[in-house]
């Protein structure tokens, strides 16, 4: 399954910008995992959330490493200027650290603009030997993202398959909560007509692209208004 660069009738000058500023995060991003995963539990500022579900069935060893893994994770990310520029905001389940949701504003001359999406992210019990799960909470008009009801939300993508199944992702050392969520962000810029989860859409958006984005402007304006979830 992969991701294809196709273009969706964004102006280019504003694509094109858009894509840089994202390109010049992205690289920064590796080394920024690396550090902030090598961070000590004392180097964590003073008011990091210290309270810890108990409700996972596992060892209370395995279960204290993840937990305090994921605390610092979803610390570091809630609190990073990069996810904030790309319009992510974080909240937890429940105070349930295993699942979080996680809101992407749908970005500039796309047709997902003025759109507010909902994502959750599940992690499992032996996290980060295995990746978590991400879904999309409100529907949204993409080839990527299925929208069938047994399957609702789920994203077909390479890297977030690759990471969930393995904990790694080839080519990408690091790979982790960040780098996932600006990878489903670019996914707003293109439609990866390999790997459609509906044959009839990805006939539209070869046929017809100008009622595709159109489509994709009405399912915003019905399922992402701001202020729904």
């Not at 902030?36 to 959330?49: D, I, K, L, T």
């Not at 200027?81 to 992407?104: H, M, P, R, T």
Request: glycine letters at 8%; proline letters at 5%.
């Amino acid at each position: 399954m992969m991701m294809n660069g196709m273009g969706m009738g964004m102006n280019q000058n504003q694509n094109m910008m858009n894509m840089m500023n994202m390109n010049m995060m992205m690289n920064n991003m590796n080394n920024m995992n690396n550090m902030n995963m090598n961070m000590g539990q004392n180097n964590m500022p003073n008011n990091f959330p210290n309270n810890m579900p108990n409700n996972m069935g596992m060892g209370m060893n395995q279960q204290n490493s993840t937990l305090t893994r994921l605390k610092k994770e979803y610390y570091l990310c809630s609190n990073d200027n990069e996810l904030s520029l790309i319009g992510c905001s974080f909240g937890l389940d429940n105070n349930n650290y295993f699942k979080w949701k996680v809101s992407i504003v749908g970005p500039k001359d796309t047709p997902y603009e003025n759109g507010l999406f909902f994502i959750n992210i599940y992690f499992p019990p032996d996290y980060p030997k295995h990746g978590a799960e991400f879904r999309f909470i409100n529907q949204i008009y993409h080839l990527n993202v299925d929208s069938k009801k047994e399957t609702f939300g789920h994203i077909c993508l390479t890297s977030l398959n690759e990471w969930k199944s393995t904990g790694k992702v080839m080519g990408k050392p690091g790979y982790g909560v960040k780098q996932a969520l600006f990878d489903i962000f670019y996914l707003f810029f293109t439609q990866g007509i390999e790997s459609p989860y509906d044959e009839g859409m990805k006939d539209l958006f070869i046929k017809n692209p100008e009622q595709f984005n159109n489509n994709a402007r009405l399912w915003t304006q019905k399922y992402a208004s701001m202020g729904s979830s």
